[in-house]
């Protein structure tokens, strides 16, 4: 079965989310994609949705331990 395309994350600098904060997390919070913050032109932080969380948590809990 192919795997589902994501889109690419929407780009926001910190004033453009200061400016639009409700719309944004509803944005995330309803499916909407994810959305990296940027502050002068670099990557700074990303938002992600509560599904999108559990997936890289349990990622994280299921990797390899490198000191095994």
């Known amino acids: ?6 889109p690419p994350p ?6 453009q ?3 639009h904060i409700a719309d944004t ?3 995330v919070a309803n499916g909407g994609g994810r959305i990296v913050l940027m502050r002068r032109g670099r990557p ?3 938002l ?8 890289l948590e349990h990622a994280s809990d ?3 331990d490198p000191r095994d």
């Not at 992600?48 to 997936?55: G, H, K, P, Q, T």
């Open 25 to 27: 997390v509803d944005r």
């Open 17 to 19: 989310l200061r400016a």
């Open 48 to 55: 992600v949705s509560l599904a999108d969380l559990a997936v």
């Open 44 to 46: 700074l932080a990303a």
């Open 62 to 64: 299921h990797r390899a």
């Open 10 to 15: 929407l780009r926001l600098n910190t004033a």
């Open 1 to 6: 079965m192919p795997r589902r395309q994501t």
